[in-house]
């Protein structure tokens, strides 16, 4: 059974820095194209970051040169780090795999920005 697991949400003042992670059990992350989204309150759920099988990276002009997607393949951990963060970051961040055709999700992480 395939589940995903994201860690390291938290309040952060803006201008600050959250490292979040997400914990794969019973997928074999090395192989697979991993994503990060996020949903805004009362807003759709966006694609934040990518990080592909060949390490190549994708991000989301909002978070670009603050954002960095990164993986552990030894652990079957992906990271995102995310510095000079801003208000408009608040959201609950999700880890997603497709595999086979299915998406998997894990249970999401707040991130909540304020002063």
């Known amino acids: 059974q395939v589940q995903l697991a994201e860690s390291g949400g938290g309040l952060v003042q803006p201008g600050g820095s959250l490292r979040l992670s997400c914990a794969g059990s019973?997928?074999?992350?090395?192989?697979?194209?991993i994503n990060w989204y996020r949903q805004p309150p009362g807003k759709q759920r966006e694609l934040v970051a990518t990080?592909?099988?060949?390490?190549?990276?994708i991000y989301a002009d909002s978070v670009k040169d603050r954002f960095t997607i990164s993986r552990d393949n030894a652990k079957n951990l992906v990271y995102l780090q995310m510095n000079s963060l801003k208000p408009e970051d608040t959201a609950v961040y999700y880890c997603n795999v497709v595999q086979r055709g299915l998406w998997y999700w894990g249970q999401g992480t707040q991130v909540t920005v304020s002063s």
């Open positions: 019973g997928i074999i992350f090395s192989f697979l194209t």
């Open positions: 990080i592909t099988s060949h390490d190549i990276t």
